[in-house]
């Protein structure tokens, strides 16, 4: 059987040289569920990329960004599906959001990343936009 292939973009937001680190619900596989990630969510069939993020960082967070440049893009294999996921560059007026789809959120310098249990995906990305091992 052929694994279901989602198209993904997250939000790389910095406020100084921190950026905005989010925990995911204690919903879903355990390899996802209360993991580390970037802010964002699915790209539906009728969405561009910039429409997708802006999209849902306002469901997940009740805060408008601006989309800026991509950052990078990698994939990876998921026990149950793959995941297509591009991170873009990010800002806002503020940063006055709302937690309404994480369990936690942090500002964090990249050389303390490692101290979070993150996703395998953003894993991934953090190694190729930062150069992070």
């Known amino acids: 059987m052929k694994?279901?292939?989602?198209?993904?973009?997250?939000?790389?937001?910095?406020?100084g040289n921190k950026y905005l680190c989010t925990q995911r619900l204690r919903k879903g596989p355990d390899y996802t569920a209360e993991h580390w990630?970037?802010?964002?969510?699915?790209v539906e069939d009728n969405e561009n990329d910039y429409e997708a993020l802006r999209r849902e960082i306002r469901e997940e967070m009740d805060w408008d960004i601006f989309v800026g440049r991509k950052l990078g893009t990698i994939?990876?294999?998921?026990?149950?599906?793959?995941?297509?996921?591009?991170?873009?560059?990010c800002?806002?007026?503020?940063?006055?959001?709302?937690?309404?789809?994480?369990?936690?959120?942090?500002?964090?310098?990249?050389?303390?990343?490692?101290?979070?249990?993150?996703?395998?995906?953003d894993k991934?990305?953090?190694?190729?936009?930062?150069?992070l091992q």
């Open 75 to 89: 994939e990876h294999e998921y026990p149950d599906f793959i995941i297509h996921l591009k991170a873009y560059e």
């Open 3 to 15: 694994k279901k292939r989602i198209n993904v973009v997250c939000a790389i937001m910095r406020d």
């Open 91 to 121: 800002l806002a007026r503020n940063n006055n959001f709302k937690l309404l789809a994480h369990l936690d959120a942090k500002w964090l310098a990249t050389e303390e990343f490692p101290s979070l249990n993150w996703t395998e995906a």
């Open 37 to 42: 990630e970037f802010p964002g969510g699915k």
């Open 124 to 131: 991934l990305l953090i190694e190729k936009i930062w150069r």
